[in-house]
T-cell receptor, first 114, second 112 residues
Framework: GAVVSQHPSRVICKSGTSVKIECRSL??????MFWYRQFPKKSLMLMAT?????????EQGVEKDKFLINHASLTLSTLTVTSAHPEDSSFYIC??????????FGSGTRLTVV | GEDVEQSLFLSVREGDSSVINCTYT??????LYWYKQEPGAGLQLLTY?????DMKQDQRLTVLLNKKDKHLSLRIADTQTGDSAIYFC????????????FGQGTTLQVKP
């Protein structure tokens, strides 16, 4: 089946630092990938759509300068949380279309900002 | 606007059937999905149904769609302890933009 690898699975960082999360499509190329954020006991909210070779499309209310997305190759999209604050602590998950009307998700990254 | 609602918690005994319900508001949904999330893990696609279908069965899973009432349900037959997880329903909107609207998730607790 489709495989999406996300790294790291857990990260703890200090306030004010930046954290990069990687999302890799291991089985086939992905021109588009999606980044979601999940709050505790809440649903997943789409943050942005990552487009290979062009700018990401951000959802309303998501700060572009805060959550930098880079999709430099057909197999890798990265999300960088810049100048992280405790309120950025969350579970971040990437996904990719399977091309068969479904979406495959990575295993997620638990970010804790202290 | 787009909204997907689920009950938050369901507890069943092992061997019983579980029924998780979901309602949605956007009538332009093309596909509706059920995902399973185990603690600390990503989402695993369980099944999906196209919006012009009423029912889909896949082994122990049965999905029912009432498009008129915008109601989706997932039935798990012979529920096992390994089925304990959070179950999310999600809809994708017309245009296949990749944006999924998720419900809040239903925590299924299976008691031995």
């Amino acid at each position: 089946g489709a495989v999406v690898s996300q790294h790291p699975s857990r990260v703890i960082c200090k306030s004010g630092t930046s954290v990069k999360i990687e999302c890799r499509s291991l089985d086939f190329q992905a021109t588009t990938m999606f980044w979601y954020r999940q709050f505790p006991k809440k649903s997943l909210m789409l943050m942005a759509t990552s487009n290979e070779g062009s700018k990401a499309t951000y959802e309303q209310g998501v700060e572009k300068d805060k959550f930098l997305i880079n999709h430099a190759s057909l197999t890798l999209s990265t999300l960088t949380v810049t100048s992280a604050h405790p309120e950025d602590s969350s579970f971040y998950i990437c996904s990719r279309s399977t091309g068969n009307y479904g979406y495959t998700f990575g295993s997620g990254t638990r970010l804790t900002v202290v | 606007g787009e909204d997907v609602e689920q009950s938050l918690f369901l507890s069943v005994r092992e061997g019983d059937s579980s029924v998780i319900n979901c309602t949605y508001t956007d009538s332009s949904s093309t596909y509706l999905y059920w995902y399973k999330q185990e603690p600390g893990a990503g989402l695993q696609l369980l099944t999906y149904i196209f919006s012009n279908m009423d029912m889909k069965q896949d082994q122990r899973l049965t999905v029912l769609l009432n498009k008129k009432d915008k109601h989706l349900s997932l039935r798990i037959a012979d529920t096992q302890t390994g089925d304990s997880a959070i179950y999310f329903c999600a809809e994708s909107l017309s245009g296949n933009t990749g944006k999924l609207i998720f419900g809040q998730g239903t925590t299924l607790q299976v008691k031995p």
